[in-house]
Protein backbone atom coordinates (compact mmCIF):
# COMPACT_ATOMS: atom_id res chain seq x y z
CA UNK A 1 0.00 0.00 0.00
CA UNK A 2 1.47 3.62 -0.89
CA UNK A 3 2.47 5.56 2.13
CA UNK A 4 3.80 8.80 3.46
CA UNK A 5 5.29 9.39 6.90
CA UNK A 6 6.13 12.48 9.12
CA UNK A 7 9.76 12.22 10.37
CA UNK A 8 11.04 13.41 14.02
CA UNK A 9 12.49 12.92 17.27
CA UNK A 10 10.63 13.17 19.01
CA UNK A 11 7.35 12.28 17.59
CA UNK A 12 4.90 10.86 19.38
CA UNK A 13 3.09 14.82 19.76
CA UNK A 14 2.58 14.98 15.78
CA UNK A 15 -1.05 15.38 14.82
CA UNK A 16 -0.17 14.89 11.43
CA UNK A 17 -1.04 11.03 11.33
CA UNK A 18 -4.37 12.31 12.96
CA UNK A 19 -4.98 14.87 9.97
CA UNK A 20 -3.92 13.00 6.87
CA UNK A 21 -5.50 9.84 8.48
CA UNK A 22 -8.85 11.74 8.46
CA UNK A 23 -8.61 13.52 4.98
CA UNK A 24 -7.24 9.34 3.62
CA UNK A 25 -10.55 8.01 5.00
CA UNK A 26 -12.97 10.77 3.98
CA UNK A 27 -12.01 11.07 0.55
CA UNK A 28 -11.71 6.45 0.05
CA UNK A 29 -7.97 7.05 -0.69
CA UNK A 30 -6.27 3.02 -0.15
CA UNK A 31 -2.77 4.62 1.54
CA UNK A 32 -1.67 5.11 5.39
CA UNK A 33 -0.03 8.13 6.70
CA UNK A 34 2.30 7.06 10.02
CA UNK A 35 4.41 8.63 11.92
CA UNK A 36 8.17 7.59 12.02
CA UNK A 37 10.38 8.41 14.80
CA UNK A 38 14.02 9.60 12.99
CA UNK A 39 16.80 10.68 15.26
CA UNK A 40 19.65 12.96 13.36
CA UNK A 41 22.01 9.81 13.15
CA UNK A 42 19.42 8.23 11.13
CA UNK A 43 18.35 10.88 8.66
CA UNK A 44 20.38 10.14 5.91
CA UNK A 45 19.91 6.14 6.12
CA UNK A 46 16.27 6.87 6.30
CA UNK A 47 16.04 8.79 3.06
CA UNK A 48 18.44 6.08 1.44
CA UNK A 49 15.63 3.28 2.59
CA UNK A 50 12.50 4.73 1.67
CA UNK A 51 13.93 6.10 -1.71
CA UNK A 52 14.23 2.66 -2.55
CA UNK A 53 10.60 1.67 -1.80
CA UNK A 54 8.39 2.55 -4.33
CA UNK A 55 5.31 2.56 -1.93
CA UNK A 56 6.48 5.87 -0.31
CA UNK A 57 5.12 8.82 -1.58
CA UNK A 58 7.68 11.41 0.67
CA UNK A 59 7.47 12.38 4.26
CA UNK A 60 6.81 15.81 6.13
CA UNK A 61 9.45 17.02 8.88
CA UNK A 62 9.25 17.95 11.89
CA UNK A 63 12.05 19.34 14.75
CA UNK A 64 14.92 18.78 14.74
CA UNK A 65 15.20 17.83 10.99
CA UNK A 66 13.66 20.92 9.22
CA UNK A 67 17.35 21.68 8.21
CA UNK A 68 19.87 19.16 8.24
CA UNK A 69 17.18 17.32 5.37
CA UNK A 70 17.86 19.51 3.23
CA UNK A 71 21.24 18.53 2.73
CA UNK A 72 19.61 15.12 1.51
CA UNK A 73 17.45 16.22 -1.10
CA UNK A 74 17.34 18.01 -4.27
CA UNK A 75 15.68 22.11 -3.61
CA UNK A 76 14.33 22.99 -6.79
CA UNK A 77 12.58 25.45 -5.73
CA UNK A 78 15.34 27.45 -3.78
CA UNK A 79 14.04 27.13 -0.62
CA UNK A 80 17.69 26.86 1.18
CA UNK A 81 17.76 31.23 -0.02
CA UNK A 82 14.44 31.82 0.85
CA UNK A 83 12.73 29.96 4.04
CA UNK A 84 16.12 27.84 5.08
CA UNK A 85 14.29 24.98 5.68
CA UNK A 86 11.91 22.22 4.34
CA UNK A 87 8.99 20.55 6.18
CA UNK A 88 8.00 18.30 3.16
CA UNK A 89 9.85 16.00 0.89
CA UNK A 90 8.43 14.68 -2.00
CA UNK A 91 9.47 11.97 -4.91
CA UNK A 92 9.50 12.43 -8.54
CA UNK A 93 10.87 9.97 -10.38
CA UNK A 94 14.24 8.80 -8.85
CA UNK A 95 14.36 12.25 -6.97
CA UNK A 96 13.66 13.16 -3.84
CA UNK A 97 12.36 17.12 -3.62
CA UNK A 98 12.46 18.91 -0.72
CA UNK A 99 9.67 21.99 0.12
CA UNK A 100 8.19 23.97 2.59
CA UNK A 101 4.31 24.17 2.91
CA UNK A 102 4.51 26.36 6.51
CA UNK A 103 4.45 29.57 4.22
CA UNK A 104 1.32 28.66 2.05
CA UNK A 105 -0.31 27.20 5.51
CA UNK A 106 0.30 30.42 7.23
CA UNK A 107 -1.01 32.47 4.12
CA UNK A 108 -4.59 30.34 3.35
CA UNK A 109 -6.65 31.77 6.39
CA UNK A 110 -5.53 35.37 5.82
CA UNK A 111 -6.05 34.87 2.42
CA UNK A 112 -9.04 37.03 2.30
CA UNK A 113 -7.57 40.02 4.08
CA UNK A 114 -5.85 42.72 2.25
CA UNK A 115 -2.53 43.25 3.76
CA UNK A 116 -1.31 45.58 0.65
CA UNK A 117 0.09 48.32 2.05
CA UNK A 118 -0.45 48.06 5.85
CA UNK A 119 1.36 47.40 8.92
CA UNK A 120 2.21 44.03 10.18
CA UNK A 121 3.74 42.57 13.83
CA UNK A 122 5.43 38.97 14.16
CA UNK A 123 6.85 38.06 17.30
CA UNK A 124 9.33 35.72 17.59
CA UNK A 125 12.26 34.79 14.86
CA UNK A 126 12.72 31.18 14.76
CA UNK A 127 11.96 28.76 11.80
CA UNK A 128 7.96 29.38 11.88
CA UNK A 129 8.84 32.70 11.79
CA UNK A 130 11.60 32.64 8.66
CA UNK A 131 8.26 31.20 6.82
CA UNK A 132 5.62 33.86 8.08
CA UNK A 133 8.52 36.29 7.06
CA UNK A 134 8.38 35.09 3.22
CA UNK A 135 4.80 34.55 2.96
CA UNK A 136 4.97 38.57 4.22
CA UNK A 137 7.82 39.60 1.89
CA UNK A 138 5.26 38.52 -1.49
CA UNK A 139 2.43 40.48 -0.22
CA UNK A 140 3.68 43.85 -0.42
CA UNK A 141 3.32 44.80 3.40
CA UNK A 142 4.31 47.95 4.54
CA UNK A 143 6.08 47.72 7.71
CA UNK A 144 7.03 44.89 9.73
CA UNK A 145 7.85 44.79 13.03
CA UNK A 146 9.88 41.84 14.88
CA UNK A 147 9.38 41.45 18.45
CA UNK A 148 12.05 39.15 20.06
CA UNK A 149 14.05 38.20 22.65
CA UNK A 150 16.64 38.28 20.41
CA UNK A 151 16.91 41.38 18.79
CA UNK A 152 20.24 40.90 16.51
CA UNK A 153 18.38 37.56 15.05
CA UNK A 154 14.97 39.47 14.19
CA UNK A 155 16.61 42.37 12.29
CA UNK A 156 18.55 39.97 10.23
CA UNK A 157 15.42 38.21 9.11
CA UNK A 158 13.70 41.47 8.45
CA UNK A 159 16.96 42.40 6.27
CA UNK A 160 17.65 38.73 4.56
CA UNK A 161 13.42 38.83 3.51
CA UNK A 162 14.45 42.75 1.89
CA UNK A 163 11.38 44.00 4.54
CA UNK A 164 10.96 47.60 5.62
CA UNK A 165 10.46 47.63 9.54
CA UNK A 166 12.28 47.17 13.16
CA UNK A 167 13.60 44.98 15.19
CA UNK A 168 12.89 45.63 18.55
CA UNK A 169 12.69 43.65 21.98
CA UNK A 170 9.93 41.93 23.77
CA UNK A 171 7.86 43.79 25.32
CA UNK A 172 7.99 47.16 23.55
CA UNK A 173 4.73 48.89 22.89
CA UNK A 174 3.21 47.65 19.64
CA UNK A 175 2.22 50.04 16.35
CA UNK A 176 -0.94 49.86 15.22
CA UNK A 177 -0.38 47.46 12.77
CA UNK A 178 -3.38 45.21 11.09
CA UNK A 179 -1.65 41.81 11.68
CA UNK A 180 -0.27 40.93 14.55
CA UNK A 181 1.28 37.02 14.69
CA UNK A 182 2.50 35.14 17.45
CA UNK A 183 5.03 32.75 15.63
CA UNK A 184 7.22 32.39 18.71
CA UNK A 185 7.26 29.51 21.36
CA UNK A 186 5.48 31.91 24.19
CA UNK A 187 1.78 30.97 24.95
CA UNK A 188 2.85 27.33 24.00
CA UNK A 189 2.06 24.62 26.87
CA UNK A 190 5.29 24.54 29.12
CA UNK A 191 6.67 27.82 28.35
CA UNK A 192 6.07 31.53 29.54
CA UNK A 193 2.94 33.38 28.82
CA UNK A 194 3.17 36.04 26.02
CA UNK A 195 2.40 39.52 28.28
CA UNK A 196 1.34 41.84 25.62
CA UNK A 197 -0.82 45.33 25.68
CA UNK A 198 -2.70 44.49 22.50
CA UNK A 199 -4.62 48.22 23.12
CA UNK A 200 -2.47 50.12 20.37
CA UNK A 201 -3.81 48.01 17.55
CA UNK A 202 -6.46 49.05 15.35
CA UNK A 203 -10.21 47.64 15.73
CA UNK A 204 -10.20 46.04 12.42
CA UNK A 205 -7.08 44.45 13.55
CA UNK A 206 -6.68 40.40 13.33
CA UNK A 207 -4.77 38.46 15.64
CA UNK A 208 -3.22 35.20 15.12
CA UNK A 209 -1.43 32.81 17.15
CA UNK A 210 0.71 30.00 15.75
CA UNK A 211 0.61 28.45 18.71
CA UNK A 212 -1.83 25.54 18.95
CA UNK A 213 -0.89 23.24 22.28
CA UNK A 214 -2.75 24.56 23.70
CA UNK A 215 -4.83 26.25 21.33
CA UNK A 216 -7.38 28.85 22.81
CA UNK A 217 -4.45 30.81 23.82
CA UNK A 218 -4.22 33.91 26.69
CA UNK A 219 -3.22 36.32 23.40
CA UNK A 220 -6.25 34.70 21.70
CA UNK A 221 -9.00 35.13 24.80
CA UNK A 222 -7.02 38.36 25.14
CA UNK A 223 -7.68 39.65 21.51
CA UNK A 224 -11.25 38.19 21.63
CA UNK A 225 -12.31 40.55 24.68
CA UNK A 226 -11.28 43.35 22.24
CA UNK A 227 -13.43 41.69 20.01
CA UNK A 228 -10.69 41.51 17.38
CA UNK A 229 -10.84 38.79 14.48
CA UNK A 230 -8.49 35.66 15.61
CA UNK A 231 -7.14 32.79 13.65
CA UNK A 232 -5.31 30.25 15.61
CA UNK A 233 -2.88 27.66 15.10
CA UNK A 234 -4.84 24.90 14.16
CA UNK A 235 -5.29 26.67 11.01
CA UNK A 236 -1.50 27.05 9.68
CA UNK A 237 -1.36 23.65 10.72
CA UNK A 238 -4.26 21.93 9.28
CA UNK A 239 -3.08 24.00 5.98
CA UNK A 240 0.62 23.04 5.74
CA UNK A 241 -0.95 19.81 5.76
CA UNK A 242 -3.62 20.03 3.06
CA UNK A 243 -0.41 21.49 0.34
CA UNK A 244 1.33 18.18 1.45
CA UNK A 245 -1.74 15.95 1.41
CA UNK A 246 -1.81 16.94 -2.76
CA UNK A 247 1.84 16.34 -3.26
CA UNK A 248 1.74 12.80 -1.37
CA UNK A 249 -1.83 11.56 -2.49
CA UNK A 250 -2.42 13.80 -5.88
CA UNK A 251 -5.80 15.10 -4.06
CA UNK A 252 -7.35 17.77 -2.39
CA UNK A 253 -8.33 17.44 0.98
CA UNK A 254 -11.93 17.83 1.75
CA UNK A 255 -11.85 21.14 3.55
CA UNK A 256 -15.42 21.44 4.20
CA UNK A 257 -14.94 18.98 6.43
CA UNK A 258 -12.62 20.74 8.31
CA UNK A 259 -15.02 21.54 12.16
CA UNK A 260 -15.21 18.26 11.80
CA UNK A 261 -11.28 17.37 12.24
CA UNK A 262 -10.30 20.22 14.51
CA UNK A 263 -13.12 18.78 16.89
CA UNK A 264 -10.77 15.38 16.44
CA UNK A 265 -7.51 17.24 16.81
CA UNK A 266 -8.83 19.21 20.08
CA UNK A 267 -10.67 15.74 21.24
P1 LIG B 1 12.08 28.05 17.17
O1 LIG B 1 12.72 28.08 15.85
O2 LIG B 1 12.71 27.34 18.30
O3 LIG B 1 11.86 29.61 17.61
C1 LIG B 1 11.34 29.91 18.90
C2 LIG B 1 11.02 31.39 19.01
O4 LIG B 1 10.42 31.62 20.29
C3 LIG B 1 12.23 32.31 18.92
O5 LIG B 1 11.82 33.56 18.42
C4 LIG B 1 12.65 32.43 20.41
O6 LIG B 1 13.33 33.63 20.71
C5 LIG B 1 11.29 32.48 21.09
N1 LIG B 1 11.35 31.98 22.45
C6 LIG B 1 11.47 30.67 22.84
N2 LIG B 1 11.50 30.61 24.20
C7 LIG B 1 11.42 31.87 24.65
C8 LIG B 1 11.41 32.46 25.96
N3 LIG B 1 11.49 31.71 27.06
N4 LIG B 1 11.30 33.81 26.07
C9 LIG B 1 11.22 34.58 24.96
N5 LIG B 1 11.24 34.10 23.69
C10 LIG B 1 11.33 32.76 23.54
O7 LIG B 1 10.59 27.47 17.10
P2 LIG B 1 9.59 27.50 15.84
O8 LIG B 1 9.74 26.26 15.07
O9 LIG B 1 9.74 28.82 15.17
O10 LIG B 1 8.16 27.39 16.59
C11 LIG B 1 7.62 28.49 17.32
C12 LIG B 1 6.18 28.16 17.73
O11 LIG B 1 5.38 28.01 16.57
C13 LIG B 1 6.02 26.85 18.51
O12 LIG B 1 5.01 27.05 19.49
C14 LIG B 1 5.52 25.87 17.46
O13 LIG B 1 4.73 24.82 18.00
C15 LIG B 1 4.66 26.79 16.62
N6 LIG B 1 4.48 26.32 15.21
C16 LIG B 1 3.21 26.19 14.76
C17 LIG B 1 3.01 25.78 13.44
C18 LIG B 1 1.60 25.63 12.93
O14 LIG B 1 1.42 25.05 11.84
N7 LIG B 1 0.60 26.12 13.62
C19 LIG B 1 4.11 25.54 12.59
C20 LIG B 1 5.40 25.71 13.09
C21 LIG B 1 5.58 26.11 14.43
P3 LIG B 1 14.93 33.78 20.41
O15 LIG B 1 15.05 33.97 18.92
O16 LIG B 1 15.30 35.00 21.19
O17 LIG B 1 15.55 32.51 20.90
Request: with cysteine; charged share 20%.
Amino acid sequence: MIYAEVIGDPISHSKSPAIHGFWLKALGIEAEYRAAHVKPDGLAAYFAARKADPDWRGCNITIPHKQAALDLVEDRGGVRASIGAINTVIREGDALIGTNTDAGGFYTPIAGLDLQGRDVVVIGAGGAARAILFALSRLDVARVTILNRNVLKAAALLSSFGLKGDAVPLGAPLPPAALLVNASALGMQGQPPLAIDLSPLPDDAVVYDIVYAPLETELLAQARDRELDTVDGLDMLIGQAALAFELFFGAEPPRDRDEELRAILTS
